[in-house]
């Protein structure tokens, strides 16, 4: 059974850093593209990353760009963002999702979710 679960998610204060996690199950995360998408309240969801594995690249959309990074821990199966400079418009549910391919597609209808880690920058 394909899973992907988050963790990490927190109420953190504005510049602060935090570090989300994706722990995927039933299928090898090394092998296809990774995404990141949001979701704030009223708001659309947004895409925040991809690694695509078929050119080795990553997309980072450009509201979290210098500030937000991706990467792969192949032992564990797991995928994390790594956050910093938080600031209150990144408060949204974070979300990692597949769709058992190996580069990076456009646009969010992809088969595999998890089910979302929230996390708040507040003061």
């Known amino acids: 059974q394909i899973q992907l679960v988050e963790s990490g998610g ?63 821990d192949s032992a564990k199966n797991t995928m994390y963002l790594q956050m910093s400079g938080l600031m209150p418009e990144d408060t949204a549910v974070y979300y990692c999702a597949t769709d058992l391919v190996r580069r990076c597609l456009r646009g969010d209808n992809l088969d595999y979710w998890g089910q979302g880690t929230q996390v708040t920058v507040s003061s």
Do not use: N
């Not at 204060?13 to 092998?31: K, R, V, Y």
């Not at 925040?48 to 980072?60: H, I, K, P, Q």
């Open 10 to 72: 927190d109420l953190v204060q504005p510049g602060e850093s935090l570090t989300l996690s994706c722990t995927a199950s039933g299928f090898t995360a090394d092998h296809f593209a990774i995404y990141w998408f949001r979701q704030a309240p009223g708001k659309e969801r947004e895409r925040v990353s991809c690694m695509s594995v078929l050119d080795g690249t990553t997309e980072l959309a450009d509201s979290v760009k210098g500030r937000f990074s991706v990467s792969r």
